[in-house]
Protein backbone atom coordinates (compact mmCIF):
# COMPACT_ATOMS: atom_id res chain seq x y z
CA UNK A 1 0.00 0.00 0.00
CA UNK A 2 0.76 3.46 -0.58
CA UNK A 3 1.24 6.06 2.53
CA UNK A 4 -2.21 7.34 1.40
CA UNK A 5 -4.06 3.94 1.11
CA UNK A 6 -2.29 3.24 4.30
CA UNK A 7 -4.20 6.50 5.83
CA UNK A 8 -7.54 5.69 4.32
CA UNK A 9 -7.15 1.64 5.41
CA UNK A 10 -6.09 2.29 8.80
CA UNK A 11 -8.11 5.40 10.32
CA UNK A 12 -10.58 6.09 7.12
CA UNK A 13 -13.35 5.05 10.20
CA UNK A 14 -11.67 7.14 13.45
CA UNK A 15 -14.00 9.17 15.03
CA UNK A 16 -11.25 11.70 15.42
CA UNK A 17 -7.77 11.78 14.01
CA UNK A 18 -5.32 14.21 14.95
CA UNK A 19 -4.57 14.59 12.75
CA UNK A 20 -4.30 13.44 9.28
CA UNK A 21 -1.87 15.20 8.06
CA UNK A 22 0.51 13.94 10.57
CA UNK A 23 -0.15 10.12 10.34
CA UNK A 24 0.40 10.30 6.38
CA UNK A 25 4.14 11.88 7.13
CA UNK A 26 4.68 9.12 9.47
CA UNK A 27 3.80 6.89 7.27
CA UNK A 28 5.85 8.22 4.58
CA UNK A 29 9.32 7.76 6.69
CA UNK A 30 8.78 4.14 5.54
CA UNK A 31 9.53 1.94 8.76
CA UNK A 32 7.51 0.30 11.55
CA UNK A 33 5.43 2.69 13.59
CA UNK A 34 5.24 2.56 17.01
CA UNK A 35 1.22 2.45 18.35
CA UNK A 36 -0.18 2.91 21.89
CA UNK A 37 -2.88 0.91 22.77
CA UNK A 38 -3.31 0.81 27.05
CA UNK A 39 -6.14 -0.93 29.41
CA UNK A 40 -6.35 -0.85 32.95
CA UNK A 41 -6.96 -4.21 34.88
CA UNK A 42 -9.85 -2.15 36.03
CA UNK A 43 -11.87 -5.60 35.49
CA UNK A 44 -10.14 -8.94 34.80
CA UNK A 45 -12.30 -9.54 31.35
CA UNK A 46 -12.00 -8.18 27.80
CA UNK A 47 -15.41 -7.22 26.48
CA UNK A 48 -16.57 -6.44 23.05
CA UNK A 49 -16.26 -3.42 23.31
CA UNK A 50 -12.67 -3.24 23.86
CA UNK A 51 -12.38 -4.99 20.55
CA UNK A 52 -13.78 -1.76 18.49
CA UNK A 53 -9.86 -0.20 19.43
CA UNK A 54 -8.19 -3.94 19.35
CA UNK A 55 -9.16 -4.48 15.70
CA UNK A 56 -8.01 -1.01 14.72
CA UNK A 57 -4.69 -2.05 16.14
CA UNK A 58 -4.46 -5.47 14.05
CA UNK A 59 -4.77 -3.75 10.70
CA UNK A 60 -1.59 -1.56 12.05
CA UNK A 61 -0.31 -4.80 12.53
CA UNK A 62 -1.24 -6.51 9.68
CA UNK A 63 1.02 -3.89 7.71
CA UNK A 64 3.94 -3.91 9.71
CA UNK A 65 3.75 -1.44 12.38
CA UNK A 66 4.45 -2.44 16.03
CA UNK A 67 1.70 -2.49 19.35
CA UNK A 68 2.82 -1.89 21.96
CA UNK A 69 -0.08 -3.32 24.70
CA UNK A 70 0.27 -1.35 27.94
CA UNK A 71 -1.32 -2.73 30.90
CA UNK A 72 -1.78 0.12 33.12
CA UNK A 73 -0.44 -1.46 36.68
CA UNK A 74 0.29 1.91 37.76
CA UNK A 75 -3.02 4.02 36.33
CA UNK A 76 -5.08 1.41 37.59
CA UNK A 77 -4.34 2.21 41.19
CA UNK A 78 -5.51 5.76 40.51
CA UNK A 79 -8.47 4.89 37.95
CA UNK A 80 -9.03 6.59 35.07
CA UNK A 81 -11.88 9.83 35.91
CA UNK A 82 -12.83 9.55 32.16
CA UNK A 83 -16.57 9.58 32.06
CA UNK A 84 -17.11 8.93 35.61
CA UNK A 85 -19.40 11.54 37.63
CA UNK A 86 -17.66 10.24 40.93
CA UNK A 87 -14.33 9.04 42.27
CA UNK A 88 -13.30 5.70 41.56
CA UNK A 89 -12.84 3.17 44.24
CA UNK A 90 -9.02 2.66 44.12
CA UNK A 91 -8.34 -1.23 43.76
CA UNK A 92 -5.66 -3.05 45.48
CA UNK A 93 -2.14 -4.41 43.85
CA UNK A 94 -3.42 -7.76 44.39
CA UNK A 95 -7.02 -6.68 42.58
CA UNK A 96 -4.78 -5.41 39.84
CA UNK A 97 -2.56 -8.26 39.32
CA UNK A 98 -5.26 -10.89 39.21
CA UNK A 99 -7.02 -9.05 36.79
CA UNK A 100 -3.72 -8.50 34.70
CA UNK A 101 -3.23 -12.02 34.36
CA UNK A 102 -5.37 -12.94 31.58
CA UNK A 103 -5.39 -9.62 29.95
CA UNK A 104 -2.46 -10.89 27.36
CA UNK A 105 -4.39 -14.39 26.85
CA UNK A 106 -7.62 -12.73 26.05
CA UNK A 107 -6.40 -10.18 23.68
CA UNK A 108 -4.55 -13.13 21.81
CA UNK A 109 -8.09 -13.40 20.27
CA UNK A 110 -7.27 -10.23 18.51
CA UNK A 111 -4.29 -9.33 18.23
CA UNK A 112 -1.02 -11.41 16.97
CA UNK A 113 0.33 -11.25 20.92
CA UNK A 114 3.16 -12.87 19.80
CA UNK A 115 4.20 -9.87 17.51
CA UNK A 116 3.17 -7.17 20.46
CA UNK A 117 5.29 -5.36 22.79
CA UNK A 118 3.68 -5.96 25.97
CA UNK A 119 4.01 -3.69 29.05
CA UNK A 120 3.74 -2.88 32.12
CA UNK A 121 3.82 0.99 33.04
CA UNK A 122 4.85 0.26 36.35
CA UNK A 123 8.07 0.00 34.55
CA UNK A 124 8.73 3.33 34.30
CA UNK A 125 5.83 4.88 36.54
CA UNK A 126 7.95 3.22 39.85
CA UNK A 127 10.52 4.70 38.88
CA UNK A 128 9.80 8.19 38.47
CA UNK A 129 8.91 8.59 42.39
CA UNK A 130 7.95 11.99 44.08
CA UNK A 131 10.75 13.74 42.28
CA UNK A 132 9.76 13.03 38.95
CA UNK A 133 5.81 13.38 39.19
CA UNK A 134 6.35 16.85 40.65
CA UNK A 135 8.52 17.57 37.40
CA UNK A 136 5.91 16.05 35.77
CA UNK A 137 3.01 17.74 37.21
CA UNK A 138 4.96 21.06 36.59
CA UNK A 139 4.39 20.32 32.72
CA UNK A 140 0.45 20.71 32.52
CA UNK A 141 -1.72 23.24 34.23
CA UNK A 142 -4.98 23.01 36.47
CA UNK A 143 -6.56 25.46 34.23
CA UNK A 144 -5.93 22.94 31.27
CA UNK A 145 -6.73 20.17 33.31
CA UNK A 146 -10.45 21.61 33.93
CA UNK A 147 -11.44 22.02 30.81
CA UNK A 148 -12.32 18.25 30.18
CA UNK A 149 -16.16 17.98 30.24
CA UNK A 150 -16.31 15.54 32.74
CA UNK A 151 -14.63 17.58 35.53
CA UNK A 152 -15.81 20.44 34.70
CA UNK A 153 -19.64 18.94 35.09
CA UNK A 154 -18.12 17.56 38.52
CA UNK A 155 -17.27 21.54 39.56
CA UNK A 156 -20.56 22.86 38.51
CA UNK A 157 -22.56 20.08 40.62
CA UNK A 158 -20.32 20.13 43.61
CA UNK A 159 -19.00 16.78 43.22
CA UNK A 160 -15.07 16.09 44.43
CA UNK A 161 -12.71 15.96 42.73
CA UNK A 162 -9.45 13.97 43.47
CA UNK A 163 -5.72 14.98 42.85
CA UNK A 164 -5.23 11.63 41.95
CA UNK A 165 -7.97 12.30 39.24
CA UNK A 166 -5.92 15.17 38.26
CA UNK A 167 -2.69 13.90 37.79
CA UNK A 168 -4.49 10.71 36.36
CA UNK A 169 -3.69 11.95 32.38
CA UNK A 170 -0.27 13.32 33.32
CA UNK A 171 0.82 9.61 34.07
CA UNK A 172 -0.76 8.41 30.59
CA UNK A 173 0.39 10.30 29.01
CA UNK A 174 4.03 9.57 30.55
CA UNK A 175 3.92 6.45 29.27
CA UNK A 176 3.79 8.03 25.33
CA UNK A 177 6.94 9.73 26.40
CA UNK A 178 8.54 5.90 28.24
CA UNK A 179 7.36 4.23 24.82
CA UNK A 180 8.06 6.44 22.43
CA UNK A 181 4.63 6.74 20.88
CA UNK A 182 3.98 7.35 17.11
CA UNK A 183 0.32 6.90 17.22
CA UNK A 184 -2.12 6.39 20.36
CA UNK A 185 -5.63 4.50 19.86
CA UNK A 186 -8.91 3.91 21.83
CA UNK A 187 -12.06 4.75 22.20
CA UNK A 188 -13.56 8.69 22.29
CA UNK A 189 -13.80 8.59 25.57
CA UNK A 190 -9.87 9.12 25.77
CA UNK A 191 -9.84 11.91 23.48
CA UNK A 192 -8.60 14.37 25.92
CA UNK A 193 -5.98 12.20 27.57
CA UNK A 194 -4.37 11.28 24.58
CA UNK A 195 -4.28 15.30 23.50
CA UNK A 196 -2.71 15.79 26.66
CA UNK A 197 -0.20 13.49 26.00
CA UNK A 198 0.75 15.59 22.83
CA UNK A 199 1.59 17.91 24.95
CA UNK A 200 3.41 15.94 27.27
CA UNK A 201 5.20 14.94 24.66
CA UNK A 202 6.40 17.97 23.37
CA UNK A 203 7.28 19.45 26.88
CA UNK A 204 10.15 16.75 26.71
CA UNK A 205 11.27 17.23 23.36
CA UNK A 206 9.71 14.34 21.61
CA UNK A 207 7.42 14.30 18.27
CA UNK A 208 3.65 14.45 19.36
CA UNK A 209 2.01 11.37 18.88
CA UNK A 210 -0.70 10.84 16.53
CA UNK A 211 -4.25 10.70 17.89
CA UNK A 212 -6.88 8.04 16.77
CA UNK A 213 -10.06 7.25 17.90
CA UNK A 214 -13.08 5.33 17.44
CA UNK A 215 -16.90 5.26 19.18
CA UNK A 216 -17.58 3.76 22.10
CA UNK A 217 -19.94 0.48 21.84
CA UNK A 218 -23.24 0.58 23.61
CA UNK A 219 -23.66 -2.27 25.72
CA UNK A 220 -26.41 -4.61 25.61
CA UNK A 221 -29.01 -2.31 27.48
CA UNK A 222 -28.76 0.06 24.20
CA UNK A 223 -28.26 3.00 26.47
CA UNK A 224 -25.01 3.22 28.13
CA UNK A 225 -21.29 2.28 27.08
CA UNK A 226 -20.59 -1.17 27.45
CA UNK A 227 -19.01 -1.77 30.85
CA UNK A 228 -18.60 -5.06 33.22
CA UNK A 229 -19.70 -2.78 36.04
CA UNK A 230 -22.71 -1.61 34.66
CA UNK A 231 -23.56 -5.42 33.66
CA UNK A 232 -24.23 -4.81 30.07
CA UNK A 233 -20.67 -6.36 28.70
CA UNK A 234 -20.23 -9.53 26.36
CA UNK A 235 -16.99 -10.64 27.19
CA UNK A 236 -14.66 -12.04 24.24
CA UNK A 237 -14.15 -15.49 26.27
CA UNK A 238 -18.44 -15.78 26.93
CA UNK A 239 -18.88 -19.18 26.27
CA UNK A 240 -20.14 -19.36 22.40
CA UNK A 241 -24.02 -19.83 23.43
CA UNK A 242 -23.75 -16.93 26.02
CA UNK A 243 -22.62 -14.51 23.14
CA UNK A 244 -25.13 -15.39 20.94
CA UNK A 245 -27.82 -15.21 23.27
CA UNK A 246 -26.24 -11.75 24.36
CA UNK A 247 -25.92 -10.19 21.25
CA UNK A 248 -29.44 -11.33 20.38
CA UNK A 249 -30.84 -9.33 23.09
CA UNK A 250 -29.72 -6.08 21.82
CA UNK A 251 -32.09 -3.39 20.81
CA UNK A 252 -32.84 -3.45 17.26
CA UNK A 253 -31.75 0.16 16.49
CA UNK A 254 -28.36 -0.48 17.50
CA UNK A 255 -28.12 -3.19 15.06
CA UNK A 256 -26.03 -0.70 12.26
CA UNK A 257 -23.70 0.01 15.30
CA UNK A 258 -23.01 -2.69 16.29
CA UNK A 259 -22.44 -3.76 12.42
CA UNK A 260 -20.34 -0.95 11.42
CA UNK A 261 -17.98 -1.26 15.01
CA UNK A 262 -17.67 -4.80 15.02
CA UNK A 263 -17.57 -5.98 11.74
CA UNK A 264 -16.08 -5.39 8.38
CA UNK A 265 -19.09 -3.25 7.04
CA UNK A 266 -18.62 -0.05 6.71
CA UNK A 267 -20.62 3.37 7.98
CA UNK A 268 -22.63 3.49 4.33
CA UNK A 269 -23.59 -0.55 4.93
CA UNK A 270 -24.94 -0.01 8.50
CA UNK A 271 -26.64 3.23 7.22
CA UNK A 272 -27.95 0.94 4.73
CA UNK A 273 -28.81 -1.46 6.63
CA UNK A 274 -30.79 1.39 8.73
CA UNK A 275 -32.53 2.34 6.12
CA UNK A 276 -33.76 -1.53 5.23
CA UNK A 277 -34.63 -2.47 8.47
CA UNK A 278 -37.00 0.64 8.76
CA UNK A 279 -38.46 -0.10 5.17
CA UNK A 280 -39.63 -3.48 5.96
CA UNK A 281 -36.73 -5.35 3.43
CA UNK A 282 -34.32 -6.68 6.45
CA UNK A 283 -36.17 -8.32 9.06
CA UNK A 284 -33.77 -7.30 12.83
CA UNK A 285 -34.15 -10.87 14.23
CA UNK A 286 -32.60 -12.04 10.68
CA UNK A 287 -29.83 -9.52 11.21
CA UNK A 288 -29.20 -10.32 15.17
CA UNK A 289 -28.63 -13.64 14.09
CA UNK A 290 -26.39 -12.85 10.96
CA UNK A 291 -24.62 -10.84 13.48
CA UNK A 292 -24.17 -12.94 16.42
CA UNK A 293 -23.14 -15.76 14.27
CA UNK A 294 -20.21 -13.75 12.55
CA UNK A 295 -19.20 -12.77 16.54
CA UNK A 296 -19.39 -16.13 17.62
CA UNK A 297 -17.37 -17.60 14.74
CA UNK A 298 -14.52 -14.84 15.00
CA UNK A 299 -14.04 -15.41 18.54
CA UNK A 300 -14.76 -19.47 18.61
CA UNK A 301 -15.27 -21.09 15.33
CA UNK A 302 -17.74 -21.93 12.50
CA UNK A 303 -18.90 -24.94 14.70
CA UNK A 304 -19.62 -23.67 17.35
CA UNK A 305 -21.27 -20.38 16.11
CA UNK A 306 -23.74 -22.82 14.22
CA UNK A 307 -24.19 -24.57 17.47
CA UNK A 308 -24.69 -21.31 19.67
CA UNK A 309 -27.65 -20.27 17.05
CA UNK A 310 -29.51 -23.69 16.22
CA UNK A 311 -29.52 -23.68 20.69
CA UNK A 312 -30.53 -20.13 20.71
CA UNK A 313 -33.53 -21.25 18.03
CA UNK A 314 -34.51 -24.46 20.05
CA UNK A 315 -34.41 -22.50 23.43
CA UNK A 316 -36.12 -19.13 22.06
CA UNK A 317 -37.69 -19.58 18.98
CA UNK A 318 -39.58 -23.18 20.17
CA UNK A 319 -39.39 -22.15 23.49
CA UNK A 320 -37.68 -25.43 24.81
CA UNK A 321 -35.29 -25.47 27.42
CA UNK A 322 -31.61 -25.88 26.54
CA UNK A 323 -29.98 -29.08 26.50
CA UNK A 324 -26.67 -28.28 28.70
CA UNK A 325 -27.98 -26.39 31.57
CA UNK A 326 -25.78 -26.62 35.30
CA UNK A 327 -27.17 -28.21 37.89
CA UNK A 328 -26.94 -26.39 41.01
CA UNK A 329 -26.97 -28.71 44.55
CA UNK A 330 -28.96 -26.97 47.40
CA UNK A 331 -27.90 -27.44 50.50
CA UNK A 332 -29.87 -28.25 54.15
CA UNK A 333 -29.50 -24.90 55.68
CA UNK A 334 -30.11 -23.41 52.18
CA UNK A 335 -33.99 -24.00 53.51
CA UNK A 336 -36.70 -22.51 56.14
CA UNK A 337 -39.90 -24.92 56.80
CA UNK A 338 -38.67 -26.92 53.63
CA UNK A 339 -38.78 -23.91 51.90
CA UNK A 340 -36.37 -21.62 50.71
CA UNK A 341 -36.67 -17.56 49.74
CA UNK A 342 -36.43 -16.21 46.37
CA UNK A 343 -33.96 -13.64 46.71
CA UNK A 344 -31.51 -17.04 47.88
CA UNK A 345 -32.40 -18.96 45.41
CA UNK A 346 -31.57 -16.67 42.57
CA UNK A 347 -28.10 -15.94 44.08
CA UNK A 348 -27.17 -19.45 44.82
CA UNK A 349 -27.98 -20.41 41.46
CA UNK A 350 -25.49 -17.98 39.71
CA UNK A 351 -28.44 -15.56 38.67
CA UNK A 352 -27.46 -12.37 40.58
CA UNK A 353 -24.34 -11.64 42.07
CA UNK A 354 -26.01 -9.77 45.54
CA UNK A 355 -29.39 -9.81 47.04
CA UNK A 356 -30.27 -6.25 45.97
CA UNK A 357 -29.90 -7.48 42.32
CA UNK A 358 -31.67 -10.71 43.03
CA UNK A 359 -34.49 -8.90 44.19
CA UNK A 360 -34.64 -6.23 41.43
CA UNK A 361 -34.68 -9.44 39.04
CA UNK A 362 -37.72 -11.14 40.61
CA UNK A 363 -39.35 -7.34 41.03
CA UNK A 364 -38.56 -7.14 37.56
CA UNK A 365 -40.63 -10.57 36.55
CA UNK A 366 -37.22 -11.79 35.20
CA UNK A 367 -37.54 -15.17 37.54
CA UNK A 368 -39.33 -18.21 36.78
CA UNK A 369 -39.33 -21.47 38.23
CA UNK A 370 -40.69 -24.21 36.06
CA UNK A 371 -42.14 -21.41 33.27
CA UNK A 372 -44.15 -19.72 36.32
CA UNK A 373 -43.19 -16.12 37.27
CA UNK A 374 -41.76 -15.26 40.83
CA UNK A 375 -43.05 -11.60 40.97
CA UNK A 376 -42.65 -11.63 45.07
CA UNK A 377 -39.76 -10.51 46.64
CA UNK A 378 -40.57 -11.74 50.03
CA UNK A 379 -41.97 -15.18 48.94
CA UNK A 380 -40.44 -18.40 50.66
CA UNK A 381 -41.04 -21.33 47.81
CA UNK A 382 -41.17 -24.99 47.99
CA UNK A 383 -38.62 -26.86 45.32
CA UNK A 384 -38.20 -30.22 44.42
CA UNK A 385 -35.06 -32.14 42.38
CA UNK A 386 -35.06 -31.74 39.17
CA UNK A 387 -36.48 -28.15 39.25
CA UNK A 388 -35.60 -24.96 36.78
CA UNK A 389 -34.61 -21.95 37.42
CA UNK A 390 -34.71 -19.54 34.87
CA UNK A 391 -33.76 -15.77 35.43
CA UNK A 392 -33.81 -13.49 32.18
CA UNK A 393 -33.63 -15.01 28.50
CA UNK A 394 -30.51 -16.46 29.26
CA UNK A 395 -29.60 -17.92 32.78
CA UNK A 396 -31.06 -21.30 33.55
CA UNK A 397 -30.16 -24.20 36.34
CA UNK A 398 -31.56 -27.37 37.47
CA UNK A 399 -31.99 -27.60 41.27
CA UNK A 400 -30.75 -30.53 42.85
CA UNK A 401 -32.10 -30.99 46.77
CA UNK A 402 -30.95 -34.16 47.23
CA UNK A 403 -34.04 -35.79 47.21
CA UNK A 404 -33.93 -37.88 44.12
Known sequence: MTPEEQLEALAGDASELVSPEELLAKLKLGRPLRIKYGADPSAPDLHLGHSVPMSRLRRF???????????????????????????????????????????????????????CEIRYNS????????????????????????????????????VPISIQEILYPLVQAYDSVAIE????????????????????MR?????PQVVATWPLLVGTDGAEKMSKSLGNYI?????????????????DQQLPHYYALLTDRSYEGARQLDEDMRAGKVHPMEAKKELAHKIVEQY?????????????????????LPTDMPEV???PDDFADGAIWIVKLVTA?????????ARRLVRQGAVKLNGEKVADETASIQVSDGDVLQVGKRHFARLSTGDS
Not at 203 to 207: I, T
Open 300 to 320: HDGEAADGAQAEFERVFSQRE
Open 329 to 331: ALA
Open 123 to 158: EWLDELGADGMIKLASRYTLARMLERDDFSKRLAAE
Open 349 to 357: CGGATSNSE
Open 181 to 200: ADVEIGGTDQLFNFLVARDI
Open 61 to 115: QDLGHQVIFIIGDFTGRIGDPSGRSKTRPMLSPEEIEANAATFAEQASKILDIEA
Open 203 to 207: SYGQE
Open 235 to 251: GITDAPADMFGKLMSIP
